[in-house]
């Protein structure tokens, strides 16, 4: 539905983006994931046509968003970066014209009207003027001036920035209520926010893609690139641990042994599994301790969560080791 | 495309930049100075005995906009492009000829308003003497005609840049060289006798010159319609440009 093929934008001697590649399914939820500064919305912008790459072209619904503009704009709702709103007309005014210029007529542009502002939450604030609402409630107006005419394919460039938790929620929630029949790609630098809503997502650093899949595929990613240490807290000293461990850093696991700063009885193991062996020593490990008869009272693989990845695989140095090799 | 559908986001455009031009001071300022100034010529000129005529203050109403319409048209889309809004219209299904028509068009709507004095002062001519109706309303087309071709220099100078006052200055610089400079260099004598009969058509003034004394020749219009033309295609192509780079 949405497709980007090898996007690339040059400032001057600056890359910004760099040979991007990407599909978004029909009815799918993409979330657009990376640091500030990654490249997130001069992608957005080449994706729905307002920026021409300097090289790579898009397509939105089979429409080349440069070459066919008029065909792939009237099928798209775009929320642009920082919402540009006119700060001197009302909510419902904003709106109208929004529908106006999508060619809307009148009847149906004042049902959707009340549709979209019931939706956003602003079925209250259609008489403010827009320049005096709260930043949050601004971000709904453009939220919903982007859902106005119902389009099949939505891109919304950080939709929740400058929302409250709980308007967050609802955002979230309406947007998770999109899937199916909208097509929605979306933006942002916090990862728990893309996480609950969208299917797959895309990772960007430094203008390069540095990962994608679904959350699930990111997290055995994650696993398998960097094999995880397992940590345990085990009651014996240093030296009892490590003979019960023997077979497993003989194996090439790599162990630290810490004394428990509280109780001097408990110990903190690390076991971090050798490169090439087995990824996960949990299992070995809670035998090798049971062999020996030892007592533990945690054990655990050290964070795998996409956080963690998320923050690993957008690390400047880490970027700069596989640039090539993925591409 | 229809010419309803082709319309329609013309004037969509057009209202919402009226609702723009009036919620800045600066449109009720711009119409507060016109009323006086034109006022003023109009009140030294309404006397016994003098000529029923709106001459002089049609000419001074071309003086005026040489620095009024700039004032009007800087917002247009400098504003846009400043507040991020222009993006916005960039990824909705109007061209860029629709939106520089429909600022520009607001422009003329608003110019409209500025003018309405004018129409007071004829009514007092006409209720207090016995003007000659012809060239009172050659004059006026006149100077819609200079209004128009202003206001679409001024839509120029404000698709070049994100800022008001340099859109300002641009616009009141390219009308300067419409007037003065057209007027003083072929006085100046500086020039070779082709050159010279080109700059002196390419006069403003001149142009308008005629409409004042009660002439209106094809010429004179078809000079005014290709120049509005001209600067509009300008400010389109520029607001194509900004896409690309």
């Known amino acids: ?189 916090i990862l728990p926010e893309i996480q609950r809503v969208a299917d797959r997502v895309v990772i960007l650093a430094q203008g390069v893609k540095v990962a994608q899949g679904t959350l699930d595929e990111l997290r055995r990613q994650s696993i398998a690139a960097h094999a995880p240490a397992v940590y345990a807290e085990v009651q014996a000293h240093a030296e009892g641990c490590q003979t019960a461990l023997t077979p497993l850093t003989q194996a090439g696991a790599t162990l630290t042994i810490t004394p428990d700063g509280i109780d001097p009885r408990w110990s903190r193991v690390t076991l971090k599994p050798a490169a090439g062996g087995p990824s996960d020593l949990r299992e070995d490990m809670a035998t090798a301790l049971s062999a020996a008869s030892l007592t533990v009272r945690e054990l655990r693989r050290e964070d795998t969560s996409l956080e963690a990845f998320f923050t690993r695989v957008t690390d400047p140095e880490s970027i700069a080791a596989t640039a090539g090799a993925s591409l | 495309m229809s010419a309803k559908l082709m319309l329609n986001p013309i004037l969509t455009l057009a209202r919402r930049e009226l609702i723009g031009l009036f919620a800045s001071p600066i449109g009720y300022v711009v119409l507060a100075l016109f009323a006086l100034g034109s006022g003023l010529v109009f009140a030294v000129g309404f006397a016994p005995g003098q000529p029923a005529a709106m001459t002089t203050t049609f000419d001074a109403t071309v003086w005026l906009l040489v620095f009024l319409a700039p004032a009007i048209s800087m917002r247009l889309l400098s504003e846009e492009m400043a507040r991020g809004t222009l993006e ?79 859109a300002f200055l641009l616009a009141m610089f390219v009308i300067a060289g419409l007037t003065f400079l057209f007027f003083f260099l072929p006085e100046s004598g500086v020039l070779p006798a082709t050159v010279r009969a080109a700059v002196l058509y390419a006069n403003v003034n001149r142009q308008f010159a005629e409409f004042n004394r009660g002439v209106i020749d094809l010429r004179n219009v078809l000079y005014f319609v290709s120049m509005t033309g001209l600067f509009l295609f300008l400010a389109v192509k520029l607001l194509e440009s900004r896409r690309w780079r």
């Open chain 1, 1 to 189: 539905m949405l497709i980007a093929h090898q996007l690339t934008k040059r400032y001057g001697p600056t890359l910004a983006v760099d040979r991007l590649s990407l599909t978004v399914k029909k009815g799918e939820i993409m979330g657009f994931l990376g640091p500030n500064g990654a490249g997130k919305s001069t992608t957005m912008r080449m994706l729905v046509g307002s920026l021409p790459p300097t090289a790579g072209h898009a397509t939105l619904d089979g429409h080349d968003v440069l070459t066919d503009a008029a065909a792939a704009r009237r099928k798209l709702g775009y929320l642009p970066e920082n919402n540009p709103l006119y700060p001197e007309m009302r909510t419902d005014e904003f709106l109208h014209f929004c529908g106006r210029l999508h060619r809307m007529p009148r009847t149906e542009r004042r049902a959707r009207i009340g549709v979209v502002a019931e939706r956003c939450g602003l079925s209250h604030l259609r008489r403010r003027t827009l320049g005096r609402l709260s930043k949050g409630n601004r971000q709904r107006v453009g939220l919903a001036a982007a859902l106005l005419h119902n389009p099949p394919v939505l891109v919304l460039d950080e939709p929740t920035a400058g929302l409250d938790p709980q308007q967050i929620v609802q955002v979230r929630t309406l947007i998770r209520e999109l899937a199916g029949d909208h097509t929605v790609l979306l933006s942002s630098h």
């Open chain 2, 88 to 166: 916005r219209l960039g990824t909705s299904p109007v061209s860029d000829t629709q939106v520089i028509l429909g600022k520009w068009l607001a422009a003329m709507a608003f110019l409209a308003l500025l003018f309405i004095p004018l129409l007071i002062q004829i009514g007092l001519l006409i209720w207090h003497g016995d003007p000659d109706f012809g060239p009172l309303l050659s004059g006026l087309l006149g100077v819609v005609l200079v209004g128009a071709l202003y206001l679409a220099v001024g839509t120029f100078a404000s698709a070049a840049t994100e800022n008001q006052i340099i």
